[in-house]
T-cell receptor, first 114, second 110 residues
Framework: DAGVTQSPTHLIKTRGQQVTLRCSPKSGHDTVSWYQQALGQGPQFIFQYYEEEERQRGNFPDRFSGHQFPNYSSELNVNALLLGDSALYLC?????????????FGPGTRLLVL | QKEVEQNSGPLSVPEGAIASLNCTYSDRGSQSFFWYRQYSGKSPELIMFIYSNGDKEDGRFTAQLNKASQYVSLLIRDSQPSDSATYLCAVNAGTYKYIFGTGTRLKVLA
């Protein structure tokens, strides 16, 4: 049973460019959340996708957008990259039952913006 | 006040000892609580979750929750050098996002 997968593992971009990160959830999971983790910090919630809709969003600008596909996989897009966008981007998948949900993380994509 | 607070450490314990990691949270409506372990350069790995007041044990790990005091802890018995990592506390307040602390770095000394 495959866990959460993410691609690519590493990425180097320059300021102003755009980037797309991809995530496939764990088998049986229908919900995907994206987090940004800067060095020495805890993960910060970007947004969550469920039934192909953005269900909740954290405190991130509109430069951060996403999409969820019918097979539950998801993409995170970041436009007009800033140096401060350099971080580990984590995808977490989950399935909510009885109002409770447990999130499992993928290996992450490390983004460096030069 | 931060929503989820953890002592950044490092917390150093000798091999075989009990490591005690603590976390406080500000939202009294928080419903579920999670401990993740993160090795350097890797992604967080779920260790335990707890929803009800009291203790929950899983192998060498025990999670403790006190909602009245807004406090959750993780005890690691018989600590091993392989337990050396950053431990992240996460809280879910009934919404769809987890709020993470900054993590406590644990060092188990051989």
């Amino acid at each position: 049973d495959a866990g959460v997968t993410q691609s690519p593992t590493h990425l180097i971009k320059t300021r102003g460019q755009q980037v797309t990160l991809r995530c496939s959830p764990k088998s049986g999971h229908d919900t995907v959340s994206w987090y940004q983790q800067a060095l020495g910090q805890g993960p910060q919630f970007i947004f969550q996708y469920y039934e192909e809709e953005e269900r909740q969003r954290g405190n991130f600008p509109d430069r951060f957008s996403g999409h969820q596909f019918p097979n539950y996989s998801s993409e995170l897009n970041v436009n007009a990259l800033l140096l401060g966008d350099s971080a580990l981007y984590l995808c977490a998948s989950s399935f909510r039952t009885g109002g409770l949900e447990t999130q499992y993380f993928g290996p992450g994509t490390r983004l460096l913006v030069l | 006040q931060k929503e989820v607070e953890q002592n950044s450490g490092p917390l150093s314990v000798p091999e075989g000892a009990i490591a005690s990691l603590n976390c406080t949270y500000s939202d009294r409506g928080s419903q579920s609580f999670f401990w993740y372990r993160q090795y350097s350069g890797k992604s967080p790995e779920l260790i335990m979750f707890i929803y009800s007041n009291g203790d929950k044990e899983d192998g060498r790990f025990t999670a403790q929750l006190n909602k009245a005091s807004q406090y959750v802890s993780l005890l690691i018995r018989d600590s091993q050098p392989s337990d050396s990592a950053t431990y992240l506390c996460a809280v879910n307040a009934g919404t769809y996002k987890y709020i993470f602390g900054t993590g406590t770095r644990l060092k188990v000394l051989a």
